[in-house]
């Protein structure tokens, strides 16, 4: 078959493409040596005890020595520091001899000019037929970067523990501002209280308080805002000063209940609604028959528990009261009785009754701390809050929320009981 001229001019590829595969297998042709040499780490060869028998010129070019200052006149140990020598005498170069092998092992080498060089190691034994050791092979990786990166880790790891120190610090701080720091001292009262922090990284939403008013009565509430942290605190501190402000204006503890619910929608109502729920009473003295006039108002709050002198314990009846701050118009629930002595009324946050046990996990429930408090009953304020923290300890990390316990307790003048 004839060609055309069009077949003599086509592809020279062909001709040109053997002497490019020359060149190219000529670009990968590298010697040995040169690749040992030269290599991107360490090689280091030495006899089994240790004297160095070969050395490439990138591990030297690191340490900065000549080849003829190690061969034959140093040993591997020598190249490191003062405890690296001691980890290889006792840990390295025993498990080599076990293992036939180690690896990526983080040791400091000393350079000619008294610096160190963060390095890995690794190391294989080369044996005889006869299953002899004849010589140990070292590879040596430049951990340079590797420990620059380390210790940036650990400073900023340590910078985040000082600053979570820091956040506690401010919690706790915080916190403490959030509660009275002495509750009132009432003629004819024994007062207790207790604040169990389930958390020292968030700042809690319990509060509670007991204060004088005008014309021999007092004030007393507990409470729980919703959420933690910061915007639960700026709730808390507002509620708090709020009903005692409230209860100076009108000390009814319903109409306190409905001040703050006011309060505390006009200013969260929006986007980040926030709310509470709250039991405030009133405390009047009776001069006649002993003890105290006790006026109880709950807004959504767990109620409270009253302890009797009688040895019998129950929950206080204070239905349908409904959280605070949610609703503009709100419904308060209220109950009247008469605290007689040897009687101790009790409250509490749910973070008690909402607590898991041990025993699958369930809640601790209402209808417990009722038992627990039917156990104690008759008590003082102060042995009640002594056994409540007790039970709270056995809880453990089972309560997961803040828990505040406030007890009153009208004393026997007969038993000594102050």
């Known amino acids: ?18 002497d490019a595969d020359r060149t190219f297998s000529a670009l990968l042709e590298e010697s040995l040596e040169d690749l040992y040499e030269n290599a991107p780490c360490g090689y280091l060869s030495t006899l089994v005890d240790g004297q160095i028998a070969k050395v490439n010129n990138t591990l030297l070019n690191w340490l900065g020595y000549e080849r003829g200052d190690l061969v034959g006149q140093r040993t591997f140990s020598d190249l490191l520091t003062v405890g690296g020598q001691l980890y290889h005498e006792t840990h390295f170069a025993p498990l080599l001899r076990m293992q036939g092998e180690i690896n990526g092992i983080a040791l400091e080498m000393k350079a000619a000019d008294g610096g160190r060089l963060p390095v890995l190691v690794t190391s294989t034994v ?35 523990e000082r600053e979570r120190e820091r956040l506690r ?17 009432v003629p004819g009262l024994d007062v207790a209280a207790h604040y169990h922090i389930a958390s020292i990284d968030e700042v809690g939403g319990d509060f509670y ?15 729980d805002v919703c959420g933690k942290g910061a915007e639960a605190a700026a709730v808390t501190s507002l509620a708090r000063y709020t009903l005692r402000a409230a209860a100076v204006y009108d000390p009814d503890p319903a109409a306190v209940l409905r001040n703050l619910n006011t309060v505390l929608h006009h200013e969260y109502n929006g986007t980040d609604p926030r709310f509470c729920t709250v039991i405030f009473g009133l405390l009047t003295p009776d001069g006649g028959q002993g003890g105290f006039r006790i006026t109880l108002a709950g807004g959504g709050h767990p109620p409270a528990l009253l302890l009797r002198a009688d040895g019998t314990a129950d929950y206080l009846p204070t239905p349908g009261g409904q959280l605070i701050g949610v609703l503009p118009d709100v419904h308060i629930a209220t109950t009247a009785f008469h605290l007689v002595p040897g009687d101790t009324l009790l409250l509490h946050t749910d973070g008690l009754t909402e607590a898991r046990t041990t025993i699958r996990g369930d809640r601790y429930g209402d209808d417990a701390l009722l038992d627990f408090c039917r156990a104690l009953a008759p008590t003082t304020a102060q042995h009640t809050v002594t056994a409540i923290r007790d039970l709270l300890g056995t809880l453990g990390t089972g309560v997961d929320d803040d828990t505040a316990v406030l007890a009153v307790h009208v004393p026997r003048p007969d038993r000594g009981e102050r």
């Open 126 to 160: 080369r044996t005889g037929s006869d299953g002899q050791p004849l010589l140990i092979r070292t590879t040596v990786f430049d951990a340079r970067d590797r420990r620059a990166y380390e210790q940036e880790l650990l400073r900023a790891r340590q910078e985040s």
């Open 169 to 185: 610090q401010l919690a706790t701080t915080l916190q403490a501002t959030l509660l009275p720091p002495t509750l009132a001292n």
């Open 209 to 223: 308080d007991l204060f004088p008013l005008a014309a021999g009565t007092w004030g007393m509430f507990l409470g």
């Open 1 to 18: 078959m004839c060609r055309t001229d069009g077949d003599h001019g086509s592809d020279p590829a062909p001709e040109k493409r053997p």
